[in-house]
């Protein structure tokens, strides 16, 4: 019996191989369909939104672009922005990395509530976040009288702002983290250990380099949260032109007060910001999937 028909016989399952195969097969008309509802929404609801921005920055000229980025109130606000950035990324740097290395690599009571916390972020709203700080630290609030009496300013202040923003992005970094690291298990850090490696030996050569990429992935999407964020840093900032905007803050006065174009100007750097976290976001994806030689060896 020939190949052909051995492959086609029904007791050879042939037949039934090829016809399983052949209904797995898309019609040409489902792939354009598919391809061209993507590709529209893309174009709609990600790109169009994007060039709208950058063209409403530009349309009253450059010199008109530039004017509204260094007028006092904006550089205020980039200041602010940055500083948030500056202080939350580190301290959830921290966190994240203690976090996930001592949810993949012990076992301990409350280790499961811990997941659950780091979750919490995510679930809960940032206006809501925002008016736990007010509740907290306000001036009606448990410790308002205290600090007032000390004259310590935390609602409607700096500190107000950064604790605002390490609550919404503290759970980005040990996202990452912790399903790597569970799965790359405790072999390598106990066969370290087992040739004479200190404990902090250990993480520093072994742990931290097999997460390095991941680690700086978490790193991008904390800084790119961090300097978006607005509905907890709107309830915590009391809006105080000039010392407790930031960007998306400030974007928001301009557009209430009709200046579109100063609104789309500080917006536009909101939007760079965010095509340098997708181009750095790319990147890392691709390192990650393509790993140098000498990273292999």
Known sequence: ???????????????????????????????????????????IFLLLPLIAVFLEAFRKGVDTYFASLVEPDALSAIRLTLLAAAIAVPLNLVFGISAAW?????????????????????????????????????????????????????????????????FVTFPFIARELIPLMQAQGRDEEEAAIS?????L?????VTIPNVKWALLYGVILTNARAMGEFGAVSVVSGHIRG????????????????????????????????????ALKTYVEWRVAHPSTSETV
């Open 102 to 166: 001592a949810i993949a690599k012990f076992n301990f009571p409350g280790k499961q509530f811990l997941i659950t916390l780091i979750d919490l972020p995510f679930s809960v709203s940032p206006v809501v976040a925002g008016l736990i700080y007010v509740l907290v630290f306000g001036l009606q609030g448990w410790f308002g009288e205290w600090l007032h009496v000390h004259d310590i300013k935390i609602v409607f202040a700096v500190p107000a702002i950064v604790l605002a923003t390490v």
């Open 201 to 205: 030996q250990t993480f520093w050569r």
């Open 1 to 43: 019996m020939s190949a052909v028909a051995i492959a086609a016989s029904p007791q050879s399952g042939g037949a039934s191989r090829f016809e399983r195969n052949a209904a797995t097969r898309d019609a040409p008309w489902v792939k354009a369909l598919v391809i061209g509802v993507g590709l529209t929404f893309f174009l």
């Open 243 to 278: 010392e407790t905007n930031t960007m998306p803050l400030h974007v928001e006065i301009l557009y209430n007060e009709y200046q579109f174009a100063a609104a789309f100007a500080v917006a536009s750097l909101l939007a760079l910001l965010a095509l340098v976290t997708l």
């Open 195 to 199: 040739l004479g490696a200190s404990g």
